[in-house]
């Protein structure tokens, strides 16, 4: 299957400074890349969907000021935790689907804020 | 946002048995799949369903789609150790922008005793 690789895998960083992760499809061209958070021993919840070339559509309940979303090429999407405190603390994933086909996930980045 | 009621939420089996799993909906979903998480790790895909009513084997994993589009199980036959793990159901509407856009249930949580 398609190859969806995220970076870093883990960070921790201080209360109030923000944090980028990166999402990369290696051997596909990825017109769409969803991002998900997950708590622990809950499930994925969807947070935004980024198009290529275009502005990330946000769910409902998610700060699209706080999590910036870029999807500037169609094998980079970026999300950068803005401001982060404690309660950011969470694993995020992203995954990455080409033009009518299946969406395949990152390995996860899991993010420490203390 | 909308959640997948995925049933049981944790199961203790011994290794050798079998192990059943559902997710049932309130809507319809044109897809669904069936994907296994790791610890600290993205979701992997099991099996995906396509039709209602479709009935799909992957190794010792069957699943079937429900003929009503709103549910679908997945069976594990005579569990080893390695099938340790939280799986979870997902569903996807028609095509269109919902490509890769997935709805999780709540996950099961697996653990094998040797």
């Known amino acids: 299957g398609a190859v969806v690789s995220q970076h870093p895998s883990w960070v921790i960083c201080k209360s109030g400074t923000s944090v980028k992760i990166e999402c990369r499809s290696l051997?596909?061209?990825?017109?769409?890349m969803f991002w998900y958070r997950q708590f622990p021993k809950q499930s994925l919840m969807l947070m935004a969907t980024?198009?290529?070339?275009?502005?990330?559509?946000?769910e409902q309940g998610v700060e699209k000021d706080k999590f910036l979303i870029n999807h500037a090429s169609l094998t980079l999407s970026t999300l950068t935790v803005t401001s982060a405190h404690p309660e950011d603390s969470s694993f995020y994933i992203c995954?990455?689907?080409?033009?009518?086909?299946?969406?395949?996930f990152g390995q996860g980045t899991r993010l420490t804020v203390v | 946002g909308q959640q997948l009621n995925q049933s049981p939420q944790s199961m203790f089996i011994q290794e050798g048995e079998d192990v059943s799993m559902n997710c049932t909906s309130s809507?319809?979903?044109?897809?669904w799949l069936w994907y296994k998480q790791d610890p600290g790790e993205g979701p992997v895909l099991l099996i995906a369903l396509y039709k209602a009513g479709e009935l799909t084997s992957n190794g010792r994993l069957t699943a079937q789609f429900g003929i009503t589009r709103k549910d679908s199980f997945l069976n594990i036959s005579a569990s080893i150790p390695s099938d340790v793990g939280i799986y979870f159901c997902?569903?996807?509407?028609?095509?269109?922008?919902?490509?890769?856009?997935?709805?999780f249930g709540q996950g099961t949580i697996l653990t094998v005793h040797p």
């Open positions: 809507s319809i979903f044109n897809t």
């Open positions: 980024s198009n290529e070339g275009s502005k990330a559509t946000y």
């Open positions: 995954s990455a689907s080409a033009s009518g086909g299946w969406a395949f």
């Open positions: 051997d596909f061209q990825a017109t769409t």
């Open positions: 997902a569903g996807q509407k028609a095509g269109g922008t919902s490509y890769g856009k997935l709805t």
